[in-house]
């Protein structure tokens, strides 16, 4: 069976294609067939963040011809089901996604399934390293960051944990405003760190004390230490080291998130670490899981950097595998959810 993915929760409209067939073991198979991508994100630099309104209008006037790219790059006319984000997310852009669902998924008289964006930044490994055993995920986004316990998808997800504050995305974006890098701040400081020695500032690893907890993160402290450290070279007249420090802040990050993800596969008895959201992208994160993975004897999944942002793919990969769990369709006058929590996989 064909089924489409509608991402539409920030900036990024994305239509994924999959196809879903039953492997020989009973477990699903899913295949990507498309996966196309428009992002308004040029149209929000110059304000330094993503424009609700702005994001909002790039959805209207890309979801068409991005769902028509999709259906020419599968190779189909029609798929079987529409799956569509339905939160969380900007509440005006989600709305845009999950009314072209409902929309087509009525006029082509094919099941509407409205799913979670979090569950899908998951699913989407699954397109690139086949089933998923049972596994920590380190969810690491523009809004969130967690640590997740996944007993295969489209089963529920448990959470261990998440930020008190700031998601590590975020962190990324503030860093690099206070640097001067411009919006989005994630690739630009993973390109910087490159030219910066990672040691060079002794930056805080938050909740990392033994009375903190185990499974939680904060990130604010450690924005708050590269903005001192900025400031004070602007007061002593010398030139902010933007490269050593963007390495030194990349570093802190990585350290913290790949050691706290490790420690909670140890902690749960899992031997699968998987890591998903666009900080997944970061090259830092990615190379130092997989030392520390390799040390811990853990086996470690990281879709590729694509796949890690927002696109339709992950979408259509959650979507498949609720469907071969079993799930039921969702009734066309669901509300989408700007807070949907990340237990909550479909909206019924
Ligand atoms: P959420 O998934 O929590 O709703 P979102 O959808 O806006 O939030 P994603 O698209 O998953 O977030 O990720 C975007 C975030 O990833 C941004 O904060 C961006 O700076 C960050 N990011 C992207 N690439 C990199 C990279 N190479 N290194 C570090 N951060 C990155
Ligand atoms: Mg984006
Ligand atoms: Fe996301």
Known sequence: ????????????????????????????????????????????????????EIASRAHLQAMVPTMRRALAA??????????????????????????????????????FYGINHLGGHVAVD??????????????????HTQLLLVDGLGAPIVELGSTVDDAAGEAYDKVAR???????????????????DPSAIAFPRGMTGPRDARHAFSFSGLKTAVAR??????????????????????????????????RACVDEGVGTLLIGGGVAANSRVRALAEERCAAAGIALRVPRPRLCTDNGAMIASLGAHLIAAGATPSPLGISTDPGLPVQTSQVR
């Open 1 to 52: 069976m064909i089924v489409m993915g509608i991402e539409s929760s920030c900036d990024e409209t994305g239509v994924g294609i999959v196809r879903l067939e039953a492997g020989a073991d009973g477990a699903a198979r899913v295949e990507l067939l498309a996966d196309e991508v428009a992002s308004s994100v040029d149209e929000h630099v110059r304000f330094g963040g993503v424009v609700p």
């Open 74 to 111: 599968a190779g189909v006319d029609r798929p079987d089901a529409v799956a569509a984000t339905v939160g969380p997310g900007l509440a005006g852009a989600l709305l845009v996604g999950a009314a072209a669902a409902k929309a087509y998924a009525a006029a082509w008289g094919v099941p």
């Open 126 to 143: 699954a397109l690139e390293h086949g089933p998923l055993p049972r596994s920590v995920a380190l969810l690491v986004s523009g809004g």
């Open 178 to 196: 206070l640097l001067g890098l411009g919006y989005p701040g994630g690739p630009k400081i993973d390109a910087l760190a490159q030219e910066g």
């Open 229 to 262: 450290h900025v400031e004070k070279c602007e007061r002593d007249g010398v030139p902010v080291p933007a490269a050593d420090v963007a390495a030194s802040f990349q570093e802190a990050v990585a350290d913290v998130l790949t050691m706290k993800a490790v």
